[in-house]
């Protein structure tokens, strides 16, 4: 029971249509696991209830939230209907991020109105979550802040806004980190390199209008360990490290979980 009575917003614990557990469900469901009280949101209510209701079956404590995490007047009200309900937040895990689905594009290929579309879900939903849970966790003098974003920052990714907002969660995460350490406020991100959940291989495969079993042997060769994606539950780990205690020196660290993929050059 790592997070044993801590109070956790995981933004993103719903999940796309497809096969397996995507990122953001495999850490709800582990955070509750190991003792958190958990605040499932996601812009799909339907989606973050199947999350709290998983969690309900193996007794945790879990409920679910329904936001819009672009608009900053919906993170205040999850925010505050957090802390009315169980009195702090401990942890921020921010989840959220779009591609191709959210029209992503090559550069000569990007329109603007898909450019705005992903830098509001992927970076502007991060930032203001972070605005509005730090003074929170500064008045407690403690809180973890986990981003995820992607090893797209450091690989030849192809698509414009997803790897320029993805990088640019790095860089604010490292912000958060040293503006906030003299709070006793922790914030890390991790990249998950390439999984097996149903954003990143359903996706694709409706996408390309390829089957999902190419999809995944094409992905699958491209990883150096064991050349198996990774899954859900690889980025769950180590966010509940990073959330933990056993966490509790580690701050502004960039955490590559990837199969090996950051360490091959050239």
Known sequence: MRLQDKVAIVVGAGQSPGEGTGNGRATALTF?????????????LASAQE???????????AVA???????EAQIKALVADTHARWGRIDILHNNVGVSLSGGDAELLDITEEAFDRCVAI??????????NVIPMMREQKSGVIINISSMAVITTYP???????????????????YQN???GIRANVILPGLMNTPMAVDTRAREFKKTRAEIEAMRDAQVPLGKKMGTGWDVA????????????FITGVTLPVDGGASVRRG
């Not at 509750?32 to 799909?44: F, I, L, P, Q, T």
């Open 159 to 177: 698509y414009v806004a997803y790897k320029a907002t993805k990088a640019a969660m790095v860089s604010f995460t490292e912000q958060l980190a």
């Open 65 to 71: 939230f329904k936001a819009d995490v672009t608009k």
């Open 181 to 183: 350490a003299q709070y």
């Open 51 to 61: 999350t709290v209701d998983i969690i309900g079956q193996n007794q945790g404590t």
């Open 237 to 248: 780990n180590a966010a509940l490290f990073l959330a933990s205690d056993e966490a509790r």
């Open 32 to 44: 509750a696991r190991e003792g958190a009280k958990v605040v499932c949101v996601d812009h799909n």
């Open 122 to 131: 992927n970076l502007k939903s991060c930032i203001f979550a972070a605005r």
